[in-house]
């Protein structure tokens, strides 16, 4: 036995440094543990019980117990002394509980008490004795504790003796049948223990053979000995004594009055520990599942011997609080089943997992509408008949006839997310009056940690779906250029975050690619980052150069509040200059992965100051590039680590996208588990990757026209040879149309004298009409005599895409014609394709 709550090897005492009694270990004090069936004989017999009681195994079990353990009754109101011995009172009576009565199948609740026995060669040997009762299926009723009280007085003084509670502990014990029961009642008979803690000190029980009794100011078990507790205990044995000797009723009366108050005093008291134990297991996270495990393993075995938890339907979807009361069409999740049955029992008929209504002349549905718990201390046969017939394709009498039930509801605000049906087996004591409202406290917790995971669950639900909805759809090959992305979650509270990554398609076949990070987590940043995402369109849009996109994304999040700070990388490519214009706001930098050697780089770029900082101004620098290079831009949770410097996330993302892999998917795979593995990321990351493939000169075509009318045929007539040098003949009637308009509205608003027509083949053909006049040309409704107005409507139809932007010197009009798959298909690198003949 160890002194005070001490979590040490069982092996070695932690108890102070005193002479050790004879036939013990220091810190050690040797514990008998008897098992009593419901006959009164010994069905286990410890090898402490041989060393205290004297009789071998092999003569205890089987025998009568009160034949083994020849104690006379229980010592009553002595004290210890200072040398640490019992002293007999001045009437020579023992009163108090006594452990033969226990002994002969008499104990109906745990008792403990002190006792006195001869010893041939000890003499008179002071006990401490424990008894607790066993209930369920087998054939063990009684498990008794007791040790040698010089033994453990011998180590602690008299002080200790007036001030510490002693208990029961084990520790380690040889093996005897009805151990498996044993180890699921221990939470009972130790109501401090789990049942995982149960499970690990009896396999130690049964291992090695030594048992020990722990003494503990922290431990709290149903009954202790009535040495070193309050003096309400003392006055009660006085009472006791009084009444059996008083002739008069009042005092009988008085002192079974005093008796039964001091056992209400006792059951409350350790209902109200449970509950607060109970109450500081649950709610250690906010992960619904999780929560309603904590809660089925506090109840089971300690409270009861099954608990089945079933939550409503929108509380497990995360849709927000449930509308209205339930009815009989309510679907019900049973979200778990913790029993103590043998396994398997109730896995067939009531699975985990399933969804159903419930009947409404049930006790389960009054439970549910009403929201009160409710008690049946006994199903009878024709009732628990009566409730099974209720429920279609399964017989659920076998689970419930004979048992005690009570139905708890699981409420928060008046509302009823759920309920709890609580089940004790028939050789148990029945459920209470005192059990329903201990019950429906625990419910009442449980209820409202429940609530908690349930609007944190619903809330990540709204958070991610905005999210979600947020982030782009990118098209995995644009012009020049192929993509791809990857986000991922944080593993924190609040993992919604407001990291985002963009492609945007430009003028001129270029691309632009954005990635930022809002600072913070939750609705808060998923918001402002779709905020600065549309802006970062609209803006880009317009063809807007990078370092005054920035500067204007800075002024707009300066004007929608203080509180808005994120940091953001803007990139345009041109597959035709085959050049990155590059701009950044405080984000961590890009990698740029060179084709000709396979060597990575940082760019090294203006670091420039978060947006929504103001008045910092920002610049842009160009990059050459080659045809198959690859970008790799992220955000910093996928590179930085809490306690390591940026610098080795930076170092190892420009090695692991150095890497070569089959596709560009398997390459941003690749980057994820590389730098995951490093462990310790809590943030969301933003992943974008593309390759440069650039277009090659051969697939780019490019003349000026004369600001004359006239010149709308000669466009024409160059597109068709294009298109017949490339093998687009059969694009080249719609693009000869569309071409024409074009160029027609072009020559008429222009304010120079030319405008530039352009072919792009790619996958698509992409065609731009560029002029001096800024302002924009819009779609009209044009009447069927109307002379104007058509050409827009024309292009919508018949074009793919197609749009208008503003340029540095006026503005260009686009539209792209879908290419059949062998027109459109061209070698990767660039070239020409080689025509049959050519």
Not at 127 to 135: G, H, M, R, T
Not at 569 to 595: E, F, K, M, W
Not at 601 to 629: K, M, N, Q, R, S
Request: hydrophobic content about 40%; aromatic content about 6%; some cysteine.
């Amino acid at each position: 036995m160890e002194r005070g709550p001490s979590h040490g090897d069982d092996r070695v005492g932690a108890a102070p440094q005193v002479p050790a009694p004879r036939d013990t270990v220091p810190g050690r004090i040797p514990l008998a543990v008897v098992v009593v069936d419901a006959d009164g004989r010994v069905s286990h017999w410890s090898t402490g019980a041989r060393k205290l009681f004297g009789p071998a195994r092999e003569e205890a079990v089987g025998a009568p117990a009160v034949d083994l353990m020849p104690v006379s009754g229980a010592l009553g109101e002595q004290e210890w002394t200072a040398r640490g011995r019992y002293e007999e009172p001045a009437d020579g009576r023992c009163d108090g509980p006594d452990l033969e009565a226990s002994l002969g199948g008499q104990a109906a609740y745990p008792t403990a008490g002190r006792a006195r026995m001869a010893d041939v060669e000890r003499g008179t040997v002071d006990l401490l004795w424990w008894a607790y009762p066993l209930v369920g299926p087998g054939a063990e009723r009684l498990l008794v504790l007791a040790a040698d009280a010089d033994q453990l007085h011998g180590r602690g003084g008299a002080d200790d003796a007036e001030n510490e509670r002693f208990a029961p502990g084990f520790a380690l014990h040889t093996d005897f049948e009805g151990s498996e029961v044993l180890a699921a009642q221990l939470p009972q008979i130790l109501p401090s223990m789990s049942p995982q803690e149960s499970a690990r000190i009896v396999s130690q029980v049964l291992e090695l053979g030594y048992p020990v009794l722990e003494i503990s100011q922290q431990e709290r078990f149903p009954v202790t000995p009535d040495w070193g507790v309050p003096r309400r205990v003392e006055r009660r044995a006085r009472l006791l004594r009084a009444a059996s000797g008083a002739a008069d009723a009042r005092a009988a009366a008085e002192a079974a009055a005093e008796l039964e108050s001091d056992l209400e005093y006792a059951a409350v008291r350790e209902r109200l520990e449970f509950l607060n134990e109970v109450s500081g297991r649950i709610g250690s996270s906010l992960d619904l599942a999780h929560t309603i495990q904590e809660v089925s393993e506090a109840v089971v075995p300690r409270f009861t011997d099954v608990a089945g938890t079933y939550l409503r339907e929108q509380v497990i979807a995360g849709e927000g609080f449930p509308d209205g009361p339930p009815d009989a069409t309510t679907l019900w999740h049973r979200v778990a089943v913790e029993h103590n049955d043998e396994p398997g029992r109730w896995d067939d008929v009531v699975p985990v997992g399933e969804s159903m209504p419930f009947p409404v002349h049930t006790p389960f549905f009054q439970c549910m509408t009403t929201g009160e718990p409710v008690l049946i201390p006994r199903i009878s046969e024709e009732l628990g008949n009566a409730i099974a017939a209720q429920f279609e394709k399964r017989d659920i009498s076998p689970l419930i006839n004979r048992r005690s039930l009570l139905v708890v509801p699981l409420k928060a605000r008046n509302v009823v997310l759920g309920f709890m049906i609580l089940l004790r087996h028939p050789e148990r004591m029945e459920f209470n009056d005192m059990d329903r409202v201990t019950g429906a406290e625990l419910a009442a917790r449980a209820g409202l940690v429940l609530d908690n995971a349930r609007m944190y669950t619903y809330q990540e639900n709204v958070a991610e779906t905005l999210q979600d909805s947020m982030l782009p759809r990118i098209e995995p090959r644009m012009a020049g250029c192929d993509t791809a992305t990857r986000y991922l979650p944080g593993t924190r509270l609040g993992r919604v975050g407001g990291d985002w990554f963009d492609t945007i398609k430009l003028p001129g076949s270029r691309t632009a690619f954005v990635v930022g990070d809002v600072m913070g987590h939750g609705l808060n940043s998923a918001a402002m980052m779709g905020q600065l995402r549309t802006a970062v369109q609209t803006m880009a849009a317009i063809d807007m150069h990078p370092a005054q996109l920035l500067r204007s994304l800075d002024d707009l999040a300066q004007r929608l509040g203080d509180n808005y700070l994120a940091t953001c990388l803007y990139a345009v490519y041109d597959p035709i200059g085959r050049r990155l214009v590059i701009s950044n706001a405080g984000h961590i930098p890009p990698v740029l992965v060179r084709a000709v050697d396979g060597r990575s780089e940082l760019l090294d770029l203006p670091t420039g100051a978060p947006i929504g900082v103001g008045g910092v101004p920002f610049e842009a620098v160009t990059v050459p590039v080659a045809a198959g290079d690859r970008l790799v831009l992220c955000t910093d949770g996928l590179v930085e680590v809490r306690g390591e410097d940026i610098g080795v996330g930076l170092a190892a993302l420009a090695e692991s996208a150095a890497h070569p892999a089959a596709s560009m998917d398997d390459a941003c795979d690749a980057i994820i588990r590389a730098l995951n593995v490093r462990g310790g990321r809590k943030d969301d990351v933003a992943l974008l990757m593309a390759r440069l493939n650039g277009i090659a000169p051969a697939d780019v075509a490019e003349w000026r026209l004369a600001t004359d009318a006239r010149e709308a045929g000669r466009a024409r007539r160059l597109v068709r040879g294009r298109l017949a040098q490339w093998g687009l003949e059969a694009a080249s009637e719609t693009a000869e149309l569309l071409v024409s308009e074009v160029v027609t509205n072009a020559v008429r608003h222009a304010h120079t004298q030319h405008v530039v027509l352009r072919l792009v083949r790619t996958d698509a053909l992409l065609c731009e009409v560029s002029d001096d006049d800024h302002i924009l040309p819009q779609m009209l409704s044009a009447a069927d005599d109307d002379e104007f107005g058509r050409g827009l409507r024309v292009v919508s139809r018949l074009a793919r895409e197609w749009g208008t932007s503003r340029t540095a010197t006026g503005k260009t009009v686009w539209f792209e014609q879908s290419l059949s798959r062998t027109a459109s298909a061209w070698p990767r690198d660039g070239r020409a394709p080689v025509r049959d003949g050519a």
